[in-house]
């Protein structure tokens, strides 16, 4: 399995007491959706490898995996840090404006004032999300807000914005700064 076909689900934060059992953390909207897994996929050193799991507690606070195999504190502790996997297509297919961040790679960023800004390459995560937009060779960073979405077209591969006013003369205008008032 290739990391670009899976999606982060969470990561391992430390062990959780004596018997191979350890606390996750899980990056996603709703952890109840995930209280049947069986496997994930485990990150370790850039491979992506299966782990079996024997036991799952998921709750509100906290979430717990027992994995196969892994049956003492030691061997939970050399989990710590590693980031967990699942793939793409066990993922919920989403409808009207809600989308995942990897759906919108590759469509093409149009404004409802001014058309068509660019190709989408990338979504940065953060307190304050971002477009990544390539306008031929020039890189414009879109912030990602609800409010700002008109629409998502999957059929045309299109995310119609509105977008801020004047945020694209700041990277399409760069000279165009207002004249100094004495």
């Known amino acids: ?3 670009e076909d899976c999606y982060l689900l969470g990561t391992i934060q430390r062990p ?3 018997k191979g059992e350890v606390a996750v953390f899980l990056d996603v909207d709703d952890p109840s959706v995930y209280t049947a897994l ?3 996929f485990v990150d370790q050193d850039g491979q992506l490898i299966p ?3 024997e036991a799952l507690q998921i709750g509100s606070q906290k979430n717990i995996f027992k994995f196969e195999e892994i049956d003492s504190y030691e061997d939970a502790a050399e989990l710590t840090g590693y980031d967990l996997y699942l793939p793409l297509s066990t993922l919920p297919p989403l409808e009207g404006n ?3 961040y990897h759906e919108i790679i590759g469509f093409t ?3 409802k004032e001014s058309g068509q800004v ?3 390459r990338q979504v940065v995560s953060g307190m ?3 477009l990544v937009v390539d306008r031929q060779g020039i890189e414009i960073l879109v912030p990602l807000h609800d409010e700002l979405i008109d629409r998502v077209d999957r059929e045309q591969r299109q995310l119609l914005m509105q977008l801020p006013e004047g945020l694209l003369d700041v990277y399409l205008n760069p000279n165009n700064t207002p004249d100094d008032e004495d």
Do not use: N
């Open 118 to 120: 660019g190709e989408i």
């Open 98 to 100: 809600a989308f995942y």
């Open 109 to 111: 960023l149009v404004d």
């Open 128 to 130: 304050q999300d971002l």
């Open 1 to 3: 399995m290739r990391k």
């Open 38 to 40: 069986e496997s994930v």
């Open 16 to 18: 959780h007491g004596l």
């Open 51 to 53: 782990f079996f799991i």
